[in-house]
């Protein structure tokens, strides 16, 4: 079944205390997002992969990382948290120029 | 997604047709999509227009697009209680390739 899957679905942690939210696809899209979403904001790009070793900054970047070594992860690391960080969390991918596969969703509360 | 407008909120009867509007503003976007997000769920494609397409019909739902006035609906015919959910209109623009911006999300309520 063609998925984007995204892990930990749920986390609480508390501030300062670096953390990976994976990002898994298998429909071998060039592609990959992560957005954030927050009430009456809709949501907002973090970071884009457009393949392989090539990452670019959305939006709201700050205070994250992203890395895409292989072409089927693009994880996101939020090396020292805080809580302007919960949020709703989306991993997105797509072939070029075609429409965007959602993930499920990550919540994160920072404590 | 400030550049993309929506408004928040949609009320309509069962049966009734809904119409949720959008505007956007760069005129180089190449794809606009509309996206649903149900209670604790992701975001599920409902269907989208290419950019020099005036209307696209898939069902129960049309697609209108003014590239003139940069003005984008969704209508859904004989709405039922399930289409309750919040629906984003976002933009995929030529000269940012991967990148889409979103509007904020119109909440609809379908009331039987």
């Known amino acids: 079944e063609a998925q984007v899957t995204q892990n930990p679905r749920y986390l609480i942690t508390v501030t300062g205390k670096k953390l990976t939210v994976t990002c898994s696809q298998n429909?071998?899209?060039?592609?990959m997002s992560w957005y954030r979403q927050d009430p009456g904001l809709g949501l907002r790009q973090i970071y884009y992969?457009?393949?392989?070793?090539?990452?670019d900054k959305g939006d709201v970047p700050e205070g994250y990382k992203v890395s895409r070594k292989e072409k089927r992860n693009f994880p996101l690391i939020l090396e020292s948290p805080s809580p302007n960080q919960t949020s709703l969390y989306f991993c997105?991918?797509?072939?070029?120029?075609?429409?965007?596969?959602f993930g499920d969703g990550t919540r994160l509360s920072i404590l | 997604g400030e550049d993309v407008e929506q408004s928040l909120f949609l009320s309509v009867r069962e049966g009734d047709s809904s119409v949720i509007n959008c505007t956007y503003t760069?005129?180089?976007?190449?794809?606009l999509y509309w996206y649903k997000q149900e209670p604790g769920a992701g975001l599920q494609l409902l269907t989208y227009?290419?950019?020099?397409?005036d209307m696209k019909q898939d069902q129960r739902l049309t697609v209108l697009l003014n590239k003139k006035d940069k003005h984008l609906s969704l209508r859904i015919a004989d709405t039922q209680t399930g289409d309750s959910a919040i629906y984003f209109c976002?933009?995929?623009?030529?000269?940012?390739?991967?990148?889409?911006?979103f509007g904020r999300g119109t909440q609809l309520t379908v009331w039987p």
């Open positions: 429909m071998n899209h060039e592609y």
């Open positions: 997105a991918s797509s072939p070029p120029d075609q429409p965007q596969h």
């Open positions: 992969s457009m393949n392989v070793e090539v990452t």
């Open positions: 227009i290419f950019s020099n397409m």
């Open positions: 976002a933009e995929g623009r030529g000269s940012t390739l991967g990148r889409l911006y």
């Open positions: 760069d005129s180089s976007s190449t794809y």
